[in-house]
């Protein structure tokens, strides 16, 4: 793509000056412009092979960030192109311009635990706003996103067919992917039959999706709105503790940094249950700490799919890097499995306290 030529189809009318790779994402390609009178944009290469509807995407993220502008919170702010539209398409891909929030900081991992409690209010918010917006106008960006049954029978396929053979390399890695597999109908099953309801909700929420306040640390705003749509509260409850637990990064070879952490958890319980505790229903809490396991293994069996399909999805840097992902979030899946019943007593007590709300001093 040539970036220029890109961005000169958008509402900016200035040149740009220089561009740079921004972050982390493992799905789009992300660029910070910066043009000649120092005004900062982001510009995103959507990924087409993750999101083969960029149409319904993009409506879905303009109805939701254009709800919650009117709220006043802070949230991405899309450029509109010299036609009016919120993306543009040519033949090189799709593509899209926000405006840069600047003065952020962005973490990988987790550095202090205000900013875990920060980040937990800050998805409980957004539930609890999301509440008021009209679920049925927003589109199912990808069908079957946290069905963990859905991806476990992909997984399945992907052995069967050994795309890229190495299904003779991982033995050890599809065992452990297949070891709980019972339980990976549980939440879909109860979505589906009525006992847990769906609301609208993030779908991604990993730490990297949140921008903290320089300054303050304060969340201020929750970025990466491709997975909008309706979903389980429990899908982003569980995600969010799910990267948390991973550490700096998902591609960390020491494992011995990949485990529970109560202190994690407490914060970003307290954070969320203090915006949601009134909103969620008994059942819903109930599977809290399951849903943190579940979408653990969500990642196991997606992370060694991809690698077996010859690493079509996620980005990647070096041929084994879905590979360790995988080893990754296998250490963390078995470490909250055999911490699952601690991890309800814990949450049981904090369930008991009156103010959820912390202070945290930083350091
Ligand atoms: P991906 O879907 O590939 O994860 P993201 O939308 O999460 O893409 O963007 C990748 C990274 O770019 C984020 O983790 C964040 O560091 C940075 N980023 C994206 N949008 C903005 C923005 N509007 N302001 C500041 N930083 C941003
Ligand atoms: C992707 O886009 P990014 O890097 O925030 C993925 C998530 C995974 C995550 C694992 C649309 O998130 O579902 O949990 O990688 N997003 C999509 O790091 O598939
Ligand atoms: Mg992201």
Known sequence: MDINDVASKFEINEAIENSAPLGNGHINVTYLLTTVSGKKYVLQKINTVAFKNVDGLMDNMQKVTGFLMSRNEETLELIKTKEGQYFYRDESGCYRIYKYIDNVICYEGVTNLEAVYNTAKAFGKLHKSLKEFPADT???????????????????????????HRVKEVPNEIAEAKKHAELYSLLIDAINNGEIP????????????????????????????????PGSYLYDFGDALRSLFTGQYEDTTDLTKVHVNYDVFEAYARGYLSEMKDVLSKKEIELLPFSVFLLTAELVVRFLTDYLDGDVYFHTAYPEHNLVRTRTQIKLMNDIYDNLSSIKLFLNRIMRIKDLQLSYSLT
């Open 138 to 164: 927003l589109c199912e960006v990808i069908p079957n996103f946290h069905n963990t049954k859905a991806r476990y029978d992909a997984l399945l396929k992907s052995i069967e067919l050994d795309a890229a």
């Open 198 to 229: 769906l609301g609208v909700t993030h779908n991604d929420p990993k730490i990297n999706n949140i921008l903290f306040d320089e300054k303050t640390n304060a969340a201020r705003a929750i970025i990466d709105l491709d997975t909008i749509m």
